[in-house]
């Protein structure tokens, strides 16, 4: 296939990936790597710069909303990047070592787990405030954020298990070329008891910098390939725009379900191939 | 973190990421018009070409108005986005005088430069 039509079909594929990623709230990068790898083809190295490029993109344009809006605490957010960012660094030796196969499998799991993970029904804020401890008051994490009618404040707690998860989370976004939203505010949501709004708009603030830790590494070993890796910034830049508009509609839950059976095809997908290379290579 | 900062850290993502894409449609834009209709082959990975693999050769190649070193170029500037909201958060942590977010925003900053700059 020569350039010009190769661009136009990721660069369409990866609109429909970023539009979908947005409106169900699993981020692009799920999609790009099982799209490019088992539909196009792609050395699954190539795969994942391109996509870590995706999830910085999609992550920095969301960002910026939320943190205007006054959800993104910016000091838990600082704090938990030195788990995520070292996290990633050391993903990304791993990604350099490990065979592609395993690379592979190793998605596919992941896959599953976040596709259970943000499928799970929320319990909206409950209004009872936790109790803190001391780590977070040292650390002045305890913040407010903004409701309908004035604010309303927050403690945090479980601080060093919250570290932890944020350590593996960015592993798997090194590893992987992913943003690894979902163990992210699994962190902040269930491990810190942050409002559920405020974990996720931290999340997104803390994506973009814990994809840049593991991106140079990437870079300078040859994982980012121009050619490939435009069409599939600028389609997913697009499709999460325009997901972003139509968020909170009543067909979105019905959409989460579609695209929860799609996410398990693909990692299934993932793992076979991904079993079926090392077994038979 | 008051709500004009808050402003501020949120402009300067979004120009980062204008900036980025525009940079990287341009940079199609030539790539495209000389190299559209030659075939290309991600199968096998064979990595990138030493020019394009770091910040120095990178601009060196976009400012030759290469179609594959401007989009690089603009990928660099998404990259770089982060890092510029972690050095502006330093600079609001210093002027708070909050000496302790002031060490944790330099180690992350020290992380995300050890990273670029990897060898």
């Not at chain 1, 009872?128 to 401890?133: A, L, S, Y």
């Amino acid at each position: 296939m020569n350039v010009l039509a190769l661009t136009g079909l990721i660069g369409m594929g990866s609109a429909v990936a970023g539009y979908l990623g947005s409106l169900t709230g699993l981020g692009g990068g799920f999609i790009i790597i099982p799209l490019l790898t088992l539909v196009f083809g792609v050395d699954i190295r190539y795969a994942v710069g391109a996509s870590l490029i995706a999830v910085i993109a999609t992550s920095s344009g969301a960002a910026a909303a939320y943190v205007k809006e006054g959800f993104s605490n910016i000091r838990i957010g600082m704090f938990l990047e030195i788990a995520t960012t070292a996290g990633a660094i050391f993903g990304a030796f791993l990604a350099l070592r490990l065979p592609t196969h395993a690379i592979a499998v190793i998605f596919g799991l992941v896959l599953m787990n976040s596709a259970y993970l943000s499928g799970r029904p929320r319990e909206e804020e409950g209004g009872d405030v936790v109790k803190t401890d001391r780590l977070a008051l040292l650390l002045k994490m305890n913040g407010t954020y903004p409701v309908p009618r004035g604010s309303r404040s927050y403690n945090v707690r479980s601080v060093p298990s919250g570290f932890g998860l944020m350590a593996i989370a960015g592993v798997l976004s090194g590893l992987l070329g992913i943003g690894s939203g979902a163990v992210k505010v699994l962190a902040m949501d269930q491990a810190m008891r942050l409002p559920f709004k405020v974990s996720t708009a931290t999340s997104n603030f803390m994506i973009g910098v814990t994809a840049a830790a593991s991106a140079g590494i990437y870079l300078n070993k040859g994982y980012i390939d121009p050619g490939l890796t435009m069409p599939v910034v600028l389609g997913v830049l697009i499709g999460s725009t325009i997901g972003a508009r139509h968020l909170f509609g009543a067909e979105t839950k019905k959409l989460r379900m579609i695209f929860g059976v799609v996410i398990v095809i693909l990692a299934a997908q993932m793992i076979y191939s991904g079993l079926k290379g090392w077994i038979i290579p | 973190m008051n709500h004009g900062m808050e402003m501020l850290v949120g402009n300067l993502l979004r120009s980062g990421v204008i900036l980025a894409g525009a940079t990287v449609f341009a940079g199609s834009a030539i790539y495209l018009f000389y190299h559209g209709f030659d075939v290309v082959h991600y199968k096998t990975f064979q990595g990138e070409p030493e020019e394009l693999c770091h910040v120095a050769g990178i601009v060196k190649n976009a400012f030759t108005m290469h179609g594959r070193g401007l989009i690089q170029l603009g990928l660099l500037f998404l990259i770089a986005t982060p890092v510029a909201r972690v050095s502006l958060s330093l600079i609001i942590f210093v002027r708070q005088r909050d000496y302790l977010y002031t060490a944790v925003t330099l180690l992350v900053l020290g992380i995300l430069i050890y990273s670029l700059l990897y060898r």
